[in-house]
């Protein structure tokens, strides 16, 4: 079965600087992958998704993720966050013609203003 | 984009009883997802609810102790059985809302939290 490591789980940064989030994944075949965000009290959000083409994918308030294929990663990446980060993100790989996901465990990001 | 909505939002149940969870999506879906996020843990998948025909469980989960149904192409329940402590959890549903099986993105409900004593 598919795994998806997350790794640094508590990100605590101050307002403007970057922040990059790893996400690597185990599965030989083609993967489908996102990145999703659970703000404080809400719901998980979409945030961004790969699926073919340009490796470097951008999705909703300035995030962003490259696919490495021969890393088997997809970093997420901001570069410059704001107190409204604050949240907890999630990345997940879905293999190419299957239905489910498989979630890394998270990385809880605290942005101090 | 389409909605997912979830009853309820959270409850506190003792143990030994049972407590039925609702989804409900604003358009046709084939599957719909059901989750659960321990505290402090990632999402883990419990079961695919196919509309007409039984779901799907993820190894660990059994019917028994999850039974759900699928009544319609835009509606599921989720039941947690003889409810323990170790329960308490958040459990999501979700669905894929975007056109073509192949590039499908899964969208997620709000969530019921739920806590066992």
């Known amino acids: 079965a598919q795994s998806v490591s997350q790794h640094n789980h508590h990100v605590i940064l101050s307002e403007a600087a970057s922040l990059e989030l790893g996400c690597n994944y185990s599965?030989?075949?083609?993967?489908?992958l996102f990145w999703y965000v659970q703000y404080p009290g809400q719901h998980l959000q979409l945030l961004l998704k790969?699926?073919?083409?340009?490796?470097l994918v951008k999705g909703i308030k300035g995030f962003e993720a490259e696919f490495i294929k021969s890393k088997f990663s997809f970093n997420l990446r901001k570069p410059s966050v704001q107190w409204s980060d604050t949240a907890e993100y999630f990345c997940?790989?879905?293999?190419?013609?299957?239905?489910?996901?498989?979630f890394g465990k998270g990385n809880q990001v605290v942005v101090i203003p | 984009s389409a909605v997912i909505s979830q009853k309820p939002s959270r409850d506190i149940c003792q143990r030994g009883t049972s407590l039925t969870i609702q989804c409900q999506v604003d358009?046709?879906?084939?599957?719909m997802f059901w989750y659960r996020q321990q505290p402090g843990q990632s999402l883990t998948l419990i079961a695919t609810?196919?509309?007409?025909?039984?779901?799907?469980?993820e190894s660990g989960f059994v019917i028994d102790k999850f039974p759900i149904s699928r009544p319609n192409l835009t509606f599921s329940t989720l039941t947690v059985s003889n409810m323990s402590p170790e329960d308490s959890s958040i459990y999501l549903c979700?669905?894929?809302?975007?056109?073509?099986?192949?590039?499908?993105?899964?969208?997620f409900g709000p969530g019921t939290r739920l806590l066992v004593l």
């Open positions: 997940a790989v879905k293999p190419y013609g299957n239905n489910r996901l498989a």
């Open positions: 979700s669905a894929p809302l975007e056109a073509g099986a192949l590039r499908e993105t899964q969208y």
């Open positions: 609810a196919n509309q007409g025909s039984e779901a799907t469980y």
């Open positions: 358009s046709q879906v084939t599957m």
């Open positions: 599965y030989g075949g083609t993967v489908n």
């Open positions: 790969y699926f073919s083409g340009d490796p």
